[in-house]
């Protein structure tokens, strides 16, 4: 039994605690509500080498951990969370050309997207389907060497920054199941046909864009079929989710302990019936038990990594991590919210971005009440966890 | 071009621990990081050697129990390498204890062209170490760089001063100390992390650098501490009711403390 992270994750956490206190602290609030893209943080989280944090060492990345990366998107979110949507799928598509894709196909990217000097997305959601991804309508045909694409895409994070943007198509509409004939795409950001229409207004998760995609005929060379093979393309998909869980599971706790950390010091400052509203057991109370859910998201959300990193199916912990640490980064937002009085409804406080980044991690990667459908699942197939 | 830099490892600030009223000095048992005024030295040696085009920054420290935390720190920014003294016999050190060690360290260090020091670590405020090494190792020096540049066997500096700045210039090597604050230190690469943990720390006692254990230590120590008292604490600030004239009250203050 260890529940210390080794000196390696350790100074990682440090490094990205000086980053974030230094360069993403000081103009969240500014940033965000200006809707300014913070390029001079993407370029300082590239020299870092934070674009290459999922990509293998032999491909110039870091091959971390996934407690490592925890750590990593724990931290960015206590700044800002949208920071971390800037590396989030991103990661996600550098780990599914690294496991999934052909050599070539790893060899023509994943150095480049290692160094940030490429990026990249994912792209599985669609106007009439998200939880249903087996009913998506984007359809890829064959032609000769290539494939012409036709379908829309949204919800798509990083899409405007993307080459190549990894799409989810169906090779075969007709095939049953379903996800036997479905593949995904690299698709390159010049491919003609591909148009990032629009960015969508959004509550929160503001920084990153996130964009409706429309291909319309759009021409795919035949070699960008990822992994050259037609008809993987769901279980690839599904291949990354757990990591992705993980992934936003962190973010919940880092939201969550941002919440928290704001709480604890404006209740010891703010005054009212003549001494610090944190004297009054009310408050007390409330803040015990952000506390407490807080570090109960954080252990679930380093234990469910440790099992992916012990090469353990981890669906069920992942599925976990992720449904309790959204909904805590929701709570404790609230609550943070609810102790700042009418402050915390104002925008000249931190409290409010929060609040409206929160439910995204609720929804992301699997809505909570897919990833209970999820759990229950596991429950029924493979028993309750216990260690 | 090879660079030494001293570097000193220090209880964090944000959390230093405490004094030890028997020796009168801060306890240094705790986990100890790189000092933030040695960072702007590590950096500067970095950007020396980068536009040198070859070359490498080897790492000084005098610290206890080992301790290499901050020497993985500024060995992740990009230094090659470390020589590290850690011995028991050095407890109580003063500053020209100090600076006999780490010029031995500095010669163990191999070839240098200059050798980098902060003006004053953040613990201990003597700064008279970077003058004390260069006068034993017989090297000339340089104090309060805001800029360093080799050409040739000539290190030229932008020496800061109250007014300005002097350009002043030394033959190679030199021990040049640096000002805090007058280059913004990289942030170490996660790739630098990584590596940082398999470059070579050479570990070394007194006896190792041939020196008597009686000139270090509290055995050798020329200063003693007599007596440590707390800062005075800052007196409340005086505030000044603007009722329209509130800045002639002020630029009368000012004037007052002979500031304007
Ligand atoms: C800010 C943001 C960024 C995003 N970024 C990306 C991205 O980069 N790439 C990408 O591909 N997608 C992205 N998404 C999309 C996201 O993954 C989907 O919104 C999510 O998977 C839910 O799908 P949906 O919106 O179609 O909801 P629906 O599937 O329509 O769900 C509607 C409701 O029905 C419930 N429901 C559906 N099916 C079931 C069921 N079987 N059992 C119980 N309840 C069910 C859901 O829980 C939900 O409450 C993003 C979304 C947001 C908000």
Redesign the pocket.
């Known amino acids: 039994m260890e529940l210390e992270l080794n000196e390696e994750q350790r100074q990682f956490r440090d490094l990205i605690r000086q980053f974030t206190n230094r360069e993403v602290r000081p103009v969240a609030r500014e940033m965000e509500q200006s809707g300014t893209y913070p390029t001079r943080i993407v370029e300082l989280m590239a020299e870092m080498g934070l674009f290459g944090l999922t990509v293998p060492t032999e491909f110039g990345g870091l091959g971390a951990d996934t407690i490592t990366l925890a750590l990593v998107f724990e931290e960015l979110s206590r700044g800002w969370m949208g920071i971390a949507g800037m590396i989030g799928?991103h990661g996600m598509a550098c780990k599914l050309i690294a496991q999934h894709g052909t050599e070539a196909q790893r060899d023509l990217y994943l150095r480049e997207l290692a160094s940030g000097r490429r990026r990249s997305?994912?792209?599985?959601?669609e106007p009439d389907?998200?939880?249903?991804l087996q009913g998506i309508k984007t359809v890829a045909r064959l032609q000769g060497d290539h494939y012409v694409v036709s379908g829309t895409?949204t919800?798509?994070?990083?899409a405007r920054h993307s080459d190549p943007l990894p799409v989810l198509v169906k090779t075969d509409p007709d095939a049953s199941p379903a996800h036997s004939g479905m593949s995904i795409l690299l698709v390159a950001a010049d491919t003609p046909g591909l148009l990032v229409t629009r960015d969508l207004g959004?509550l929160g998760?503001k920084g990153p864009e996130?964009c409706e995609v429309v291909l319309d005929d759009a021409v795919v060379p035949a070699e960008n079929l990822l992994g050259g093979i037609e008809g993987k393309g769901m279980s690839q998909a599904i291949s990354g989710l757990q990591t992705g869980r993980v992934n936003i599971a962190a973010r919940g706790v880092g939201v969550a302990h941002r919440a928290l950390e704001e709480a604890l010091s404006y209740t010891q400052e703010r005054e009212a019936f003549g001494r610090p509203v944190a004297d009054f057991q009310a408050v007390q109370m409330r803040l015990a038990d952000m506390a407490t859910k807080v570090q109960a998201a954080r252990s679930l959300t380093w234990w469910a990594a440790d099992r992916l990193d012990r090469g353990a199916d981890a669906a069920t912990e992942s599925a976990m991590a992720k449904l309790f640490a959204s909904e805590v980064a929701l709570e404790a937002s609230m609550e943070s919210m609810r102790l700042h009085g009418g402050y915390g409804y104002s925008t000249e406080f931190e409290v409010e971005r929060l609040y409206r980044d929160a439910p995204?991690m609720v929804?992301?990667?699997?809505?909570?009440?897919?990833l209970r459908?999820v759990i229950t699942k596991g429950l029924r197939n493979n028993g309750i966890p216990e260690s | 071009m090879n660079v030494v830099v001293c570097v000193k490892q220090i209880p964090d600030p944000a959390d230093p621990g405490a004094l030890d009223p028997n020796t009168k000095t801060l306890k240094r048992d705790v986990k100890l990081i790189l000092d933030e005024s040695d960072s702007y030295g590590v950096e500067m040696a970095l950007q020396l050697v980068d536009t040198a085009g070859g070359g490498e920054v080897t790492l000084v420290s005098m610290a206890p129990n080992s301790e290499v935390g901050g020497l993985r720190t500024a060995l992740a920014m990009g230094a090659a390498k470390a020589v590290l003294v850690s011995d028991e016999a050095l407890a109580g050190s003063d500053a020209l204890g100090t600076s006999k060690v780490l010029a031995k360290a500095i010669e163990r260090a191999g070839e240098a062209d200059l050798i980098i020091t902060a003006t004053e670590s953040s613990d201990g405020y003597t700064g008279t170490v970077p003058e004390q090494i260069a006068e034993l190792m017989g090297l000339p020096s340089i104090t309060f760089a805001k800029s360093i540049a080799v050409e040739g066997g000539t290190v030229k500096v932008q020496r800061q001063t109250e007014a300005g700045y002097d350009d002043v210039e030394a033959p190679t090597p030199a021990v040049v100390s640096v000002t805090a604050g007058v280059v913004e230190p990289r942030y170490p690469s996660f790739k630098g992390i990584m590596a940082a943990k398999s470059k070579p720390v050479d570990e070394v006692t007194v006896a190792d650098l041939g020196i008597d254990a009686s000139q270090v230590g509290w055995a050798g120590a020329g200063q003693e501490i007599l007596e440590i008292a707390a800062a005075e604490e800052r007196e409340a600030g005086t505030i000044v009711e603007d009722d329209g004239e509130g800045f002639q009250k002020i630029v009368d203050y000012l004037a007052e403390l002979k500031v304007i």
């Open positions: 799928s997305g994912l792209a599985l959601t389907a998200g939880s249903d895409k919800w798509i994070t990083n959004k998760y996130t995204m929804i992301g990667e699997g809505t909570n009440d897919i459908t």
